[in-house]
């Protein structure tokens, strides 16, 4: 079964700090996709990230990069030089091979992160 | 603009009457999905559609309805609500075609349920 875990409930830092939010998966496929969502106070869900099961290559988008690692079923999220407009609830998820019938997104828990000025 | 939009983006009831959320994309998606967010648990998929008239139950379907007799609507129904389904509720869509089963999400209905 799918499953994914964000252990950090919440995570509160002063601006300017790095901070890293954690996600670790589990699936029996060999081919899936994982998701970085943000869902800032206003309550709608900003899309972050994509990336599937055979790509393992870093990613970095200005401020944020992210880090995959197939051999620890991890996908952690990093922010560099954190900011206030970065305060949100930020969710991992995982999605099976469309292909073969997967019709959801498996979604951690969520982290509550706070930037304080 | 392509989007999924929901209505109505809140609603306060009362226990037993009858609701529906709308939800309507405009980017020809085949698949529909709803969803609600409660804390600690993050998003459960409630039901999905692959198509027009093909629905099917999600992981926490018990008390909801859904319909899809067009493509570009994809309706939720608490036909007797419960305080227990006061929660955030997302629409989301995709198309067959993208193999990521990457889901566009719509802003989300917040429903409390008296």
């Known amino acids: 079964a799918q499953k994914v875990t964000q252990a950090q409930t919440e995570i509160s830092v002063v601006e300017k700090e790095d901070v890293t939010l954690d996600c670790v998966y589990e699936t029996r496929d060999t081919t899936y996709y994982l998701f970085w969502y943000k869902q800032p106070p206003s309550g709608e869900l900003v899309f972050l990230i994509r990336r599937n099961s055979f790509d393992e290559q870093n990613e970095i988008s200005g401020r944020y990069s992210w880090n995959f690692q197939k051999s620890t079923s991890s996908f952690n999220f990093t922010i560099t030089a954190s900011q206030v407009v970065d305060s949100a609830v930020y969710f991992c998820?995982?999605?099976?091979?469309?292909?073969?019938?997967?019709?959801?997104?498996?979604f951690g828990q969520g982290t509550r992160l706070t930037i304080n000025p | 603009e392509a989007q999924v939009t929901q209505n109505p983006r809140y609603l306060i009831t009362v226990t037993g009457k009858k609701l529906t959320v709308t939800c309507s994309q405009n980017?020809?998606?085949?698949?529909m999905s709803w969803y609600r967010q409660d804390p600690g648990l993050g998003l459960r998929q409630i039901y999905y559609?692959?198509?027009?008239?093909?629905?099917d139950k999600g992981d926490v379907p018990e008390g909801y309805k859904v319909s899809r007799k067009e493509k570009r609507n994809f309706p939720l129904i608490l036909e007797s609500p419960s305080p227990n389904q006061t929660s955030l509720y997302f629409c989301a869509s995709r198309t067959r075609r993208d193999t990521y089963n990457e889901q566009f999400f719509g802003p989300g209905t917040r429903l409390t349920v008296l």
């Open positions: 559609s692959m198509n027009v008239e093909v629905t």
């Open positions: 998820a995982l999605s099976e091979d469309p292909v073969q019938g997967a019709q959801k997104l498996v």
């Open positions: 980017m020809n998606h085949e698949y």
